[in-house]
């Protein structure tokens, strides 16, 4: 391991009883990069993300974070680690700016101009105590103490939940402020939408397994999209159902609508033979396509055949 890997993981297995955790996980995560940690419930996220903190002990395998062994350099480690836990339990009775002070002071001091940033972009009232807030205000405390440090790594367990729209837009803001300062993030989610627009690259894990690791871009480009066209007049469907990508077609009329797998171009160049009177295309849902692919396909291996360069496949 480098100074250019942030985190590396080799067989790290952890085993509750004879229930998986995580099993054989060979991880990296680059200095400086964002990495979505995906999943459905139960995949292995939390417990990863615990072993990772020394908060649980692996079953087998080795973890180095920030270049440091997490069982013998805990308390060096956690210095250089903004983390969020994916269960809050905050202590006490206290104000949210007392708290946050605190937690300053343990990591030896930080700006409070720093705090009250945070706060003001996470619209956070720090004069409330904490435990007569929302779910969702606890989590802001969460993130801020998480972030306030400018910590060389963030460990973030399913940042966004609790959060309403606005406020997850400024923490993909927040994430995007690190990694432009050359922190690194590690975030967990079960959704996809959000890692996207603030991950490099995700893993997805799956029954406690790897079940691969992808650019974001690659993602993009695997993402089918629906299409609706309207025409001024009837169209025929074998006209169109053999162009590259074009996929699920049906003619009603004037109205053709498929789903397109990649490039717009040959269905686009291929209407404007006709007069086109409305084109709808429907945002991709890498939810349905990309996450279906990984999670509802018994032989999900076999369908993964574009190398990225990136994938890493256990052969779960
Ligand atoms: N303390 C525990 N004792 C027994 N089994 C556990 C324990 N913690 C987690 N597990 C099991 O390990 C597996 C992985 O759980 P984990 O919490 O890591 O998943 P996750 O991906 O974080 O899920 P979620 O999105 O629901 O938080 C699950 O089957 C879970 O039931």
Same mark, same amino acid.
């Given at each position: 391991?480098?100074?250019?890997?942030?985190?590396?993981?080799?067989?790290?297995?952890?085993?509750?009883?004879?229930?998986?955790?995580?099993?054989?996980?060979?991880?990296?995560?680059?200095?400086?990069?964002?990495?979505?940690?995906?999943?459905?419930?139960?995949?292995?996220?939390?417990?990863?993300?615990?072993?990772?903190?020394?908060?649980?002990?692996?079953?087998?395998?080795?973890?180095?974070?920030?270049?440091?062994?997490?069982?013998?350099?805990?308390?060096?480690?956690?210095?250089?680690?903004?983390?969020?836990?994916?269960?809050?339990?905050?202590?006490?009775?206290?104000?949210?700016?007392?708290?946050?002070?605190?937690?300053?002071?343990?990591?030896?001091?930080?700006?409070?101009?720093?705090?009250?940033?945070?706060?003001?972009?996470?619209?956070?009232?720090?004069?409330?105590?904490?435990?007569?807030?929302?779910?969702?205000?606890?989590?802001?405390?969460?993130?801020?103490? %998480?972030?306030? /440090? *400018?910590?060389?790594? !963030?460990?973030?367990? &399913? #940042?966004?939940?609790?959060?309403?729209? =606005?406020?997850?837009?400024?923490?993909?803001?927040?994430?995007?402020?690190?990694?432009?300062?050359?922190?690194?993030?590690?975030?967990?989610?079960?959704?996809?939408?959000?890692?996207?627009?603030?991950?490099?690259?995700?893993?997805?894990?799956?029954?406690?397994?790897?079940?691969?690791?992808?650019?974001?871009?690659?993602?993009?480009?695997?993402?089918?999209?629906?299409?609706?066209?309207?025409?001024?007049?009837?169209?025929?469907?074998?006209?169109?159902?053999?162009?590259?990508?074009?996929?699920?077609?049906?003619?009603?009329?004037?109205?053709?609508?498929?789903?397109?797998?990649?490039?717009?171009?040959?269905?686009?160049?291929? %209407?404007?033979? /006709? *007069?086109?009177?409305? !084109?709808?295309?429907? &945002? #991709?849902?890498?939810?349905?396509?990309? =996450?279906?692919?990984?999670?509802?396909?018994?032989?999900?291996?076999?369908?993964?055949?574009?190398?990225?360069?990136?994938?890493?496949?256990?052969?779960?």
């Amino acid at each position: 391991m480098t100074s250019d890997t942030a985190v590396h993981t080799e067989g790290l297995t952890k085993f509750y009883g004879a229930r998986r955790g995580i099993e054989n996980l060979d991880l990296e995560v680059r200095t400086g990069e964002v990495l979505g940690f995906l999943g459905p419930n139960g995949a292995g996220k939390t417990t990863t993300i615990r072993l990772l903190l020394d908060f649980l002990r692996p079953t087998r395998g080795h973890a180095t974070v920030l270049g440091l062994d997490p069982r013998r350099d805990k308390a060096a480690l956690h210095r250089h680690i903004g983390y969020l836990p994916g269960e809050l339990a905050f202590p006490g009775r206290g104000r949210a700016d007392d708290l946050l002070r605190f937690f300053g002071a343990a990591r030896g001091g930080v700006p409070w101009s720093r705090v009250t940033e945070l706060a003001e972009r996470l619209e956070l009232d720090l004069s409330r105590p904490v435990h007569t807030m929302s779910k969702g205000n606890k989590q802001k405390v969460g993130l801020v103490q %998480a972030f306030m /440090h *400018e910590p060389a790594l !963030l460990v973030l367990d &399913e #940042p966004t939940s609790g959060l309403d729209p =606005l406020m997850q837009q400024e923490f993909l803001g927040l994430v995007r402020d690190a990694r432009t300062a050359g922190q690194t993030v590690f975030m967990s989610s079960h959704v996809l939408a959000e890692v996207q627009q603030a991950a490099d690259r995700v893993a997805i894990v799956r029954d406690g397994r790897l079940a691969a690791v992808e650019r974001v871009e690659s993602l993009g480009k695997r993402a089918v999209r629906t299409v609706e066209i309207h025409f001024a007049d009837p169209v025929d469907a074998a006209e169109f159902s053999a162009l590259p990508g074009v996929g699920a077609v049906t003619v009603s009329g004037p109205v053709l609508r498929c789903t397109v797998d990649g490039r717009l171009d040959p269905l686009v160049k291929a %209407a404007a033979r /006709h *007069e086109v009177i409305d !084109l709808l295309s429907a &945002e #991709p849902d890498l939810e349905e396509t990309f =996450l279906s692919f990984y999670y509802h396909t018994e032989h999900h291996s076999e369908r993964h055949s574009e190398g990225t360069g990136d994938a890493a496949r256990t052969g779960a």
